[in-house]
């Protein structure tokens, strides 16, 4: 994975709620088997509409996406996250995140930074007022700055130490294999086993 | 203080208290489908991990698969490669494949119940978010993304912290006619797309004591649309009834021990939930979604509602996405409002019970013309049954089109079957999202009842209409 310490960027406004991962990448777009590659399928539907914030000349090469309220509802793909940070996003930030999504980002190295609506909608104002303005997203003291806005956000402890570090959750996990193996030889005898189907 | 079953369910599967928050939980069962996980399986070739349990994991093949002519190679050749990848990871990793044309082949929410591996106080993943359709048994079930099914593939356990509690208690029983989709719909009307976020949900009270397993599924299936992490319920007689007997199970004094087990996995009277919400299932009708998602519902008998009316900006502002989009008047009844099409079938409403109801209604009646109403098994193993019960001569009667294959069809739009742009369609899916049914489509979320009813009716209806 990634690491994510501090991220320097611009930011796009995405003044929408309820986006869900159908709006993100449609479905039609998960047809390929790899984790990159999907920048052009990102929010492929809506990128028709010349309006559309993505094709806006001014926000070219943002790397922070400013959303309204429950972000990343619905489906599993974990192709929402790779299609978001093959785009360039580093992170995003809404006042609410779909519980699946934000676990996916996290494994990505993508920043979900929840705010208050308040905040987001005081960063969409500032950012649609100044498209060039500097954003700056600080892992290692949980902060957001944007001209005077200045927030705090919380990642879970785990998944930061994880992110600060780059660190490898398989290889962390498998230090437990004892556990793991031990845990096992406890199960109950008559749990179900997909190989004598 | 006492525990809530969910509690218990995370408590026995510790395999390492976490130092942060997350523990490190025993995954029982580990479900696969073909198109969230060839990376998965492309990172454990990279690190050159091997699957520490392939005998507690199970491949199927269910999202783009086709409905029609399934004895012939699927001819899509993105499905195909897909189809391929998958079963060319599964053999190499020692995996079980349901493949296509396999009696026991199926949505995987639909057969992992089915063939007996799902069970109650177990903890199962699948790369799919309905997989808490599964909580109906009192499991512990949820969806995960690829990069877990590979920590998953080769650890069986899962990083995480534990979800808050939260109670919907309904009080009963429903009315005749009104079902668990309604139930569900109208919970997420009221709570949100968001009310559960966090939670996993216990369902308890005497509407859901009365539901079958089958209804159980359908309410626990569409627990992730409120946001909520899982849905479960403390298994039962019923639920004991529905898996005596099923592929593995023991028997016997070993069964007695298991049942006995099962039974005892419930909240404890005393166990204090984060979130309670309470819920009289003897006011729900029927319902029916007018917007671009479940919460954007209203009962069968109400109005496409006035964006106008909407507490906040922001919901407002979506509301008249919605409308505009889903090409509807505010005010307009929704009795009025005509479909192309029905689609009946997925993870959430394509179960035996499910194609019951809507052979029920059709009886006797035929589809209205220029309507095409689909209806797709959810499983190989609903199909045979649908058939040996006489519901496939009431489909052929009636002018219903009834596939041959059994996946998820048009819910997932990932195969041929899918609504074309600005087509209207009635669907017992569980998302309306923009697109969801193929580009431009248009879905009105509703159960098989009133999904047979529009077909005879031609506009959103119930059986009480026709």
Redesign the interface.
Known sequence: MEKFTVHHGTAMPLR???V?T??II???F??H???TGHADALFA?WRTDPGFVLNQPQYQGASVLIA???FG???????A?WALLNYGFRAVVAP?F???FH??AL??GLLPVTLA?ETVERLWDLVTAEPARRVTVDLTESSLRCGEVCASFRI????R?RLLSGL???A???R??D??AS??ST??S???????? | MGSTLAEKVWNAHVVHPGDSGEDLLYIDLHLLHEVNTPQAFDGLRTAGRRVRRPDLTLGTEDHNVPTIAVDKPIQDPVARRQSELMRKNCAEFGIPLLRVGDPQQGIVHVIGPELGLTRPGMTIVCCDSHTTTQGAFGALAFGIGTSQVEHVLATQTLAMKRPRDMAVTVGGPLRPGVTAKDLVLALIARIGTAGGQGHIVEYRGTAIDALSMEGRMTLCNMTVEAGSRAGMIAPDATTLEYLAGRPGMPRGAAWNAEAEHWTQLRSDPDAVFDKEVVLDGGAVSPYVSWGTNPAQSVPLDGLVPDPGDFATESERAAARHALDYMALTPGTAMRDVPVDSVFVGSCTNGRIEDLRAVAEVLRGRKVAEGVHLMIVPGSASVRRQAVAEGLADVFDRAGADFRAGAGCSMCAALNEDRLRPGERAASTNNRNFEGRQGRGSRTHIVSPAVAAATAVSGRLAAPDDL
């Open positions: 929408r709620s309820d869900d159908d709006q449609p479905v039609r998960l047809n088997s790899e984790r539907d309204g309220n429950d509802t619905g489906s599993s793909r974990e192709y996250v609410r779909g519980d699946i676990g996916n494994m990505n609506e879970e402890e785990g998944a130490r490898d959750l398989i962390d996990t498998l437990h294999e556990s793991i845990y096992e199960r109950r008559a749990m179900p086993v997909t190989t004598s189907l």
